[in-house]
T-cell receptor, first 114, second 113 residues
Framework: DGGITQSPKYLFRKEGQNVTLSCEQNLNHDAMYWYRQDPGQGLRLIYYSQIVNDFQKGDIAEGYSVSREKKESFPLTVTSAQKNPTAFYLC?????????????FGPGTRLTVL | AQKVTQAQTEISVVEKEDVTLDCVYETRDTTYYLFWYKQPPSGELVFLIRRNSFDEQNEISGRYSWNFQKSTSSFNFTITASQVVDSAVYFCALGLYGNKLVFGAGTILRVKS
């Protein structure tokens, strides 16, 4: 089955720790995205990547880092610099880039800082 | 600036009622795309529909229908004969060439049996 997988589903982090969220897609999509969702709010873009070895900051990139070494993988690292990391994180991918192609989403990772 | 407004924070209906979720967007571009997504309690966003700005025909898919009106910058979503399984958060989003998706804040739909 083609789709997007994210792991882990739940993640707990102590303050001061970096954690990495995994996102893998087998849809052969060029573009990938990371969003953050807080309770009662819409999605906010953290980073996106249109091609391998290239990525751009979204609206709320501070305290996060990404890499795109393979087309199918786009991991997100939440660093200790992120002041309020507790949130639901969604990964998405699309065939083309920008806001015109349909983005398909993974099941999400819920991160909690203890 | 691009903006999407979903004025209804939460809607509660009884099963079998029809319900309309409103979406109003702002953009100066003449070419753009509009999307609706459903987020059930499991959390994953499920794609429902994508429309471009040149296609104002209403669309129907089973119990779902969408009304696109450029004159009022609206792209409303109607569920006919709602079911408990329709309970979810619904997001409207605006997409532009060379740009990211702009999401509305979402509307929580609760369908009671």
């Amino acid at each position: 089955d083609g789709g997007i997988t994210q792991s882990p589903k739940y993640l707990f982090r102590k303050e001061g720790q970096n954690v990495t969220l995994s996102c893998e897609q087998n849809l052969n999509h060029d573009a990938m995205y990371w969003y953050r969702q807080d309770p009662g709010q819409g999605l906010r873009l953290i980073y996106y990547s249109q091609i391998v070895n290239d990525f751009q900051k979204g609206d709320i990139a501070e305290g996060y880092s990404v890499s795109r070494e393979k087309k199918e993988s786009f991991p997100l690292t939440v660093t200790s610099a992120q002041k309020n990391p507790t949130a639901f994180y969604l990964c998405a991918s699309s065939m083309g880039s920008g806001g015109t192609d349909t983005q398909y989403f993974g099941p999400g990772t819920r991160l909690t800082v203890l | 600036a691009q903006k999407v407004t979903q004025a209804q924070t939460e809607i509660s209906v009884v099963e079998k009622e029809d319900v309309t979720l409103d979406c109003v967007y702002e953009t100066r571009d003449t070419t753009y795309y509009l999307f609706w997504y459903k987020q059930p309690p499991s959390g994953e966003l499920v794609f429902l529909i994508r429309r471009n700005s040149f296609d104002e025909q209403n669309e129907i898919s089973g119990r779902y229908s969408w009304n696109f009106q450029k004159s009022t910058s609206s792209f409303n979503f109607t569920i006919t004969a709602s079911q408990v399984v329709d309970s979810a958060v619904y997001f409207c989003a605006l997409g532009l060439y060379g740009n990211k998706l702009v999401f509305g804040a979402g509307t929580i739909l609760r369908v009671k049996s």
